[in-house]
């Protein structure tokens, strides 16, 4: 059985690896914990400083959420700001993904995208501000 302790410590490690806890590993790491620290560890040995900054990483990702309407995706834009992104390289990170929301492929069109992108700018000023926030609903189970 796994104390709440533990859970709290998997929670903390994976902040610290990460620079945020998944809403999913909040829970997994209440059954499993080390399952999310070795997720923890993965996820830092690609996002970590490298060739390009973590910052720089995370702000990429959260352009592919934007340009693909992936709410999950949106999340990357609190381990950026964690990283040191200002407001203004979040402005623009979400810019350049509404603009290949309306280029790639398949992609949602910039009107949808654009959706997105209030949504990652909200998150980050509620964020920055210590206010609660979702990127996005929780799931509801219903039979």
């Not at 104390?3 to 997994?28: C, D, G, H, S, V």
């Not at 964020?127 to 189970?141: I, K, L, Q, S």
Request: aromatic content about 12%; some cysteine; hydrophobic content about 45%.
């Amino acid at each position: 059985m796994v104390t709440q302790a533990r859970a709290e410590q998997a929670n903390a490690y994976m902040k610290e690896r990460m620079l945020f806890t998944p809403r999913m590993f909040q829970i997994i790491n209440t059954v499993h914990p080390e399952a999310g620290e070795r997720f923890a560890d993965f996820y830092n040995s690609i996002w970590q400083d490298g060739a390009l900054p973590r910052k720089v990483k995370e702000l990429m990702f959260t352009a592919i959420g934007v340009a693909y309407r992936s709410p999950a995706c949106l999340i990357h834009v609190i381990p950026a700001i964690e990283a040191g992104a200002t407001d203004g390289e979040i402005f623009e990170t979400v810019a350049i993904g509404t603009l290949a929301g309306g280029f790639v492929p398949g992609g949602p069109g910039i009107p949808y995208a654009f959706q997105y992108a209030l949504k990652v700018l909200e998150v980050a000023g509620k964020y920055r501000r210590g206010e609660p926030w979702e990127y996005v609903e929780p799931a509801e189970f219903k039979m």
